[in-house]
């Protein structure tokens, strides 16, 4: 049984059919790349999938649970976690404190323990340690855990995302955009570092790109967007030759994007 089901996702703005009729049954462990250019609707379909926007029709299971109603912290709980186009970090915080972060805002400690600092909340500081220390080095930046996000070179920081996001142990995760901003040398270890996760970890993975490339080698299936519409779909050897994604995706603007 596939963990998740997407049925007849769609959503309005106004006049504009931002995602127009997106189905998707996403099977334990795969990682399924959804590809197309700047506005097609790849973002908001993420933002559906994490309860920011309610769909205008369909519907989400995760599971077996209908997830359309519920609110982000929600969808997080119940194992879809994701990570941000535009990087979304406590620049002034260290990397260390970031990943941390992730996971005590889903923790039960209530106020009154935090202040008194009971033996549990103590246990539980220790284990939330030694799992960002576990975390960091399995990305290879525990060497990096005192430093401020900010003085990251960009390739980690879109790796600390990432870590942020494995903190809660997440059953899906959405990566929006992961090598957006990266130089052509940095492509190729975050293709290994995703493959990697989605081996380590044991999620599912729904990836965003802009990049043929970097998706080609390692997404299971492909889905085509164009305008809110699902253009084509299957392994990255079917999608490439497909007529339809040539000329919308590769014959066009975006013919230059992997040179
Ligand atoms: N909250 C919103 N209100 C109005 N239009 C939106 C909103 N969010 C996204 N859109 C529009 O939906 C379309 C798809 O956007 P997006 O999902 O961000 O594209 P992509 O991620 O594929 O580049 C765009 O035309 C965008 O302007
Ligand atoms: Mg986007």
Redesign the pocket.
């Known amino acids: 049984m596939s963990i998740l089901e997407v049925s007849n996702l769609s959503i309005r703005?106004g006049g504009?059919l931002?995602v127009d009729d997106f189905n998707l049954s996403l099977e334990r462990n795969e990682l399924v790349a959804v590809i197309?250019p700047?506005?097609?609707?790849?973002?908001?379909i993420f933002n559906m999938l994490t309860g920011i926007y309610r769909p205008t029709t369909g519907t989400i299971t995760l599971e077996g649970e209908n997830m359309v109603g519920l609110k982000p912290y929600q969808f997080a709980q119940r194992g879809i976690t994701r990570t941000f186009?535009n990087i979304r970090l406590f620049s002034n915080a260290s990397v260390a404190d970031n990943v941390k972060m992730a996971a005590t805002m889903h923790t039960t400690d209530n106020l009154a323990q935090c202040l008194l600092r009971t033996p549990k909340m103590v246990r539980n500081e220790r284990a939330l340690d030694e799992k960002v220390m576990r975390l960091l080095e399995r990305l290879n930046m525990a060497d990096k855990a005192n430093l401020l996000a900010k003085n990251l070179p960009y390739g980690d920081q879109r790796r600390l995302e990432i870590a942020r996001a494995l903190m809660t142990d997440p059953k899906i995760l959405l990566l929006d955009e992961p090598v957006a901003g990266m130089i052509t040398t940095e492509l190729e270890e975050m293709a290994q570092l995703v493959k990697q996760i989605r081996e380590d970890f044991d999620v599912s993975i729904i990836m965003?790109e802009h990049h043929m490339n970097f998706v080609m080698p390692i997404a299971d299936r492909i889905k085509v967007?164009d305008f809110g519409k699902t253009i084509a779909e299957g392994t990255p050897e079917v999608v490439q030759k497909d007529p339809k994604v040539i000329e919308a995706y590769l014959g066009g603007a975006y013919q230059n994007v992997d040179a």
């Open positions: 703005f504009l931002a197309g700047n506005g097609a609707g790849k973002t908001t186009q965003i967007l």
